[in-house]
Every structure is written in structure tokens, then in C-alpha cells.
């Protein structure tokens, strides 16, 4: 249920914490709180990925979402006090005009700012049909200068995160920044709090910079070692108007989604099959798609220090990669529980046969 979801308050915390890749402290602080009273022993990875793990024997089972957002990065400030800024992580230029936004400065603190438009009244009707181009866009503090910029404490390199915000959608829906991948994030978290099995050793991972190449899936890979990892991400949701149901078959509330294939990964076939089920043990209705143009976590810890089964379980998302995304408690409760039950189940008997090529 969304009241749940509410209660607890981790998905919103956050989701209103800012973590665009490469700057994920906010993120690893609060996942490090809400884990810790559930882990044997928590560490990190060279990158700054969070890896916590209890059990001691038994096939090592991971779970991988990753803590970073899509955001912008401070590139340039002009004499008049303008900023210009690279994107980090993909983004849509259509997407970005007037969002409101927020640079952390080297102290932490967070000035508001917004990506400035040109009122229609200043464009042609010409003008009004082309989009307008990234280098173009700057951002406004309210500064007149340069150097009143840089009073703010604001300076080139620093992050810059849209406004955070969080709020119910309809009936049955979150609505909020980053839920890419926060909400990955608190399933993992959620997921490793309610397991119970002493016949596996359980990491709970969330990684550094998925967004700008899948970086911490490849140092975490290296530094877990899992024996099988189950990935947990947000995935394009194509229920609303002007995207193709055969591209995007997902559907927001009909159920947690399998990626079977995507531009770095294939979903392993015996994980697969013990995915379904599972799911149809317990009643739970899955999603599947096959999409090539984009990549999670899985596409690194597929391949990694020998290689190993992964599968990408995730949930169908309106409005990625931009201010304001969409989810459905119930497809986020369902993935919970089906993975829950899954590696409560898991053990060196259901390894082996997952594992095995021959025989
Ligand atoms: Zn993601």
C-alpha cells in the first residue's frame, strides 16, 4: 500500500536528497542509517559505492540499485552572472527550460536557481517551433555579477540537482525527483531489512555514477564478487500518449518488470525462469521488455571478474530523466515481495542449478 510507502519515509528521504553522479554523499548517508541496524558489516567501494552485507555462508546473493541522479554540472559564469552548465547523465533539452534548480556549493549549502527561458512574447512563431539547444540554456541566481556569484560560493564543477520535491499521485502513485534510482535505492534497502536466510550472504549494493557509464556497477562488481546479482532500477513506462506500446510495452500498476535484453545485458535464462516462478507462485503479475536504447547496473556485473547471472527486475517509471517522475506503490510493494521471497529461498541447492551448464 502507498500509506506504507509514506510511513516510512525512506523513498521520500530520498528522493529530496540530492545525488547527481559523482556527488553522492547525501544518499550513502541515509541509505548507511536505514541499513545499518539490518547489516553485519558495511563498506565501500574505491568509487564511494555501499555495499552491506550479512550472512557468512552460503552463495553470495546481491541486490544493486544505483544512488546517483541525472543533473547538471557548472561549466561556465559569465561577467554578467549567468551560469552555463553541462548535463550529467542523459536528458531531453525539451525537458529543462524554466525548471527550477539548485547548485551545492563546495560548503553544502544549496542556492536556488532556475533555467532561464525566453518569454513567447520575444519569439517568432519560427522560433517557437525549434528547441531550444543545451549550450544555450543558463541558469539564473539572481546574481549581477561574476564575482556575486562567486560570493554565493557557487564555482565551476559544482553539482547542480532539480528542485526536490515528493508528493502522492492519484490514487495509487508517487510523484517526485529521482525517483530514478532512488526508489531502486529503498526497494534494496527495504528488501535486505526483511530477509532471513542463513544459508546465503546477502549484499545490499547502491552504486556511484550508473548514469554517466555504469562506473560503481563495475568497481562494486569487482570489490562484492557476488555469485548471482539481482539489479533493481526504473525502467520507461509507454502508457501515455506519443510513445509506441511495442517499444515501450510497460504499464504503470500491471505488475514489476523483467529487462530481458538491453543495450549491455541479457537477462540469465535459469534466473529468469526462477523469477517467473516465483512471481506465479505468489500470484504476482510481471512486465517484460526487451530495449536498445539504454543500460543498468546489469550490464557491468554480467560481465565482470568471470562473469556471473544477473537479472534486472524494474519498475515501470513515467517521465524519466527529468524533474519529475511517476511510480505506482503497488508495482513497488509486489517487487519487494517477490524478490524477498526469492532469496529467501536461495541457497546452495537452487545455486547449483541456476549455475550449472552441463548436467
Ligand atoms: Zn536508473
Known sequence: MRSDILKDGLLEKLALASGVSGDEQEIREILYQAVKPH?????????????????????????????????????????????????????WNQSMLNQRVEIKTASGEKIPGIIGSVSPHALTEEDKCHPVKIEKMFIDIGAASAEQVRERGVAVGDFICPEPFFSTFGDDGIMAKALDNRAGCAVVAEIFRQCQNPDIQLYAVATVQEEVGLRGAQTSAEAVKPDIAIVIDTLVAGDTPGLCPVAFPLKLGAGPAISLFDKRYIAHRKLTQLVKNTAAEMGIDLQFCTLKTGATDGGRYNVM????????????????????????AADYNMLIRLVVSLVNHYGQDVHQQVTQFIG
Open 305 to 328: 571478474g568471470g562473469g556471473r547471472p544477473v537479472i534486472a527486475l524494474c519498475l515501470p517509471t513515467r517521465y524519466l530523466h527529468a524533474n519529475a517522475s511517476v511510480i505506482c
Open 39 to 91: 547489516a553485519e558489516e558495511i563498506t565501500f567501494d574505491g568509487l564511494g559505492s555501499f555495499i552491506a552485507r550479512k550472512g557468512t555462508r552460503g552463495p553470495k546473493v546481491a541486490l544493486i540499485a544505483h544512488m546517483d541522479e541525472v543533473g547538471f554540472i557548472v561549466k561556465h559564469i559569465n561577467a554578467e552572472g549567468f551560469i552555463y552548465f553541462d548535463t550529467v547523465g542523459s536528458w
